[in-house]
């Protein structure tokens, strides 16, 4: 059965450094997301991309923040310059339409230092 | 306020017990999402409906619009289904977008 994958599952990175989260979506999937959990807290809805933009963006998602789809298969989160605040699950996700159900990868933990 | 709101925070059952996790809404939503968390972090969808029952297996889940509130059941548990359970839904945005607002999940053990 096809499936949402990601890496790293696990990224250690220091404060101010840059990373790149990355995901393959289901290959005939057109809907992306990406979500956070930190640790102990509830997931939270970051950005959808639809068509190869942005279609919508939480409060969150602020500057530090893109998504990009650079190939037609990868679709990655680049955080610029990350803080202590920004450890967390994060979760990539994809659907065939906005309308069904989303398949979740099995997330890359990132951890600030 | 949370928009989504789950109870019991968590749950503790013997095997074999029938299992409610409730969820109430405050936004207007187009459909509802049960998710699985395993221990180990991954996250399954269950179930996604927008009106009535849907039924897969042991697990059951409701949805009554009017009153903005889901249910989710589990017959004859099973230790295996130890998990977290997140209730979600999809709430309509401001230029006709949406996005998942996440429940704080349900911790379910079935003990043995």
């Known amino acids: 059965e096809p499936e949402v994958t990601q890496t790293p599952s696990h990224q250690v990175t220091q404060m101010g450094q840059e990373v790149i989260l990355r995901c393959v979506p289901i290959s005939n999937h057109l809907y992306f997301y990406w979500y956070r959990q930190i640790l102990g807290q509830k997931v939270e809805f970051l950005v959808s991309?639809?068509?190869?933009?942005?279609?919508?963006k939480s409060e969150i998602f602020d500057d530090q923040f893109s998504v990009e789809r650079p190939d037609g298969s990868n679709f990655t989160l680049k955080i610029r310059s990350t803080k202590l605040e920004d450890s967390a699950m994060y979760f990539c996700?994809?659907?065939?339409?906005?309308?069904?159900?989303?398949?979740f990868g099995p997330g890359t933990r990132l951890t600030v230092t | 306020k949370n928009e989504v709101e789950q109870s019991p925070q968590n749950l503790t059952a013997q095997e074999g017990e029938f299992i409610t996790i409730n969820c109430s809404y405050s936004v207007g939503i187009s459909a509802l999402h049960w998710l699985q968390q395993h221990p180990g972090g991954g996250i399954v969808s269950l179930f996604m409906l927008s009106s009535g029952k849907k039924k897969h297996g042991r697990l059951i889940a409701t949805i009554n619009i009017q009153e903005k509130h889901s249910s989710l059941h589990i017959t004859a548990s099973h230790p295996r289904d130890s998990a977290v359970y997140i209730c979600a839904v999809r709430s309509w945005q401001r230029g006709g977008s949406e996005k998942l607002v996440f429940g704080k999940g349900t911790k379910l053990t079935v003990n043995p």
């Open positions: 991309f639809y068509n190869n933009e942005i279609s919508e």
């Open positions: 996700a994809s659907s065939p339409t906005g309308a069904r159900e989303q398949y």
